[in-house]
């Protein structure tokens, strides 16, 4: 949906007066980016809500998104150096130190190109992520998930033992490794009334399995670890008393459009603010 008048909702957003009694509620799709309206129960008027004149509550903290960043010489010519991912790396250690609050990174995947770690304790933790973010930017969790280029080579990929993944990584306070406890994994902020869903939606490219050692083996967990991503978004949607949830996975919302129900999950509700983040494309336009 590209009519920049679908863009117009980050300024003003028309929403009705919601009523004592409802005959209908008319939305768009929230999701890609288009407005949402209610339609009013006892009147077909809307009123206009200005976000600009708008008063919002004090900010309690901020985090910072990231991914596809990991730039090799191999498979980007078209970049002779790191200089433009060492660029976006010293821009988010200003707006940190800019925002002052930051609790938590979210790094959607690709991290590792071309094809994923080779080991537990490979040298690109130290060259292409350790090196390039600073000290400062690392103090805080990279709440982490694979992408499909993170997948190729780990063996992760033909186990369906998480503990094979070189990535995964359970101790929250080690700071020299993602925070990637499990292939899908949620974590509570309960100062922040947030919580966070990592999710596993490599399914949607399922085809990269055959860039690993075990196609039939990779595409066999692929396909569990959405299923099960799928299911605890479900549970944590149900059961979790946070306002806030933040979903993520390596892919784009639209990457989901054969799956309408979790979509229409991410929509606001006035019970609960969602948001979901995802990555792979790199190129716009």
Known sequence: QDSSQDFEVTSKIRLAVQREKCVGVKEHDAVLGSPVYVESCRSSELQEFDFQKATCPQRR??????GDWGWDAGIHGNLLTSSCQKAIADLMLTKMEELGDVKFVLNVGDSFYPDGLNAKDDPQWETKWRRMYAKRLRSVPWYSVYGNHDYHHDPGSCSSDPAHGLQINSDIGNRNLFYMPDYTYFVEHEE??????????????????????????????????????????NKRLRESRAKNLVAFSHYPSDFFRSNPAFLNQLRPTFERSTAYFGGHRHNYG
């Open 61 to 66: 903290a901020s985090f910072l998104v990231l």
């Open 192 to 233: 922040l009334d947030l919580e966070v869903v990592a999710m596993d939606a490599n399914m949607l490219v399922i085809e990269e399995c055959k860039e690993s050692h075990c196609p039939d083996l990779c595409t066999a967990n692929v396909r569990a670890r959405m299923n099960q991503s799928m299911a605890l978004f």
